[in-house]
């Protein structure tokens, strides 16, 4: 089956970056949608962004429009978030997800990735 580990996180000062990556292992990479959640405490799980198999489409929260990035490289099964202009409002789990599909639209997922912190610092 899919399995997705993601990498990256951390801490970091409000207005600062940082990149996650999320491993994709399993078949057909390049079939999956793939896509990016979030949950902090004290809130529901959120979407944050998503991309479709060709990397030609992805949809983004508005929260996050204009401040994250999501991409993809079929040729290493790998799907980055590249977060810019961090705000302490960002601080949660990031959890990559994988679904198998046709669309850039990524929820509900199939797979589900096990989570990597990030705290932004105010």
């Known amino acids: 089956q899919v399995q997705l580990r993601e990498s990256g996180g951390g801490l970091v000062q409000a207005g600062g970056s940082l990149r996650l990556s999320c491993a994709f292992s399993g078949r057909s990479f390049s079939s999956y949608a793939m896509g990016w959640f979030r949950r902090a405490p004290g809130k529901e799980r959120e979407f944050v962004a998503s991309?479709?198999?060709?990397?030609?489409?992805?949809y983004y929260t508005d929260s996050v429009k204009g401040r994250f990035t999501i991409t993809r490289d079929n040729a290493e099964n790998t799907v980055y978030l590249q977060m810019n202009g961090l705000k302490p409002e960002d601080t949660a789990v990031y959890y990559c997800?994988?679904?198998?599909?046709?669309?850039?639209?990524?929820?509900?997922?199939?797979?589900w990735g096990q989570g990597t912190q990030v705290t932004v610092s105010s």
């Open positions: 991309i479709n198999w060709s990397g030609d489409t992805s």
């Open positions: 997800a994988a679904r198998a599909q046709g669309t850039a639209v990524v929820d509900p997922p199939d797979s």
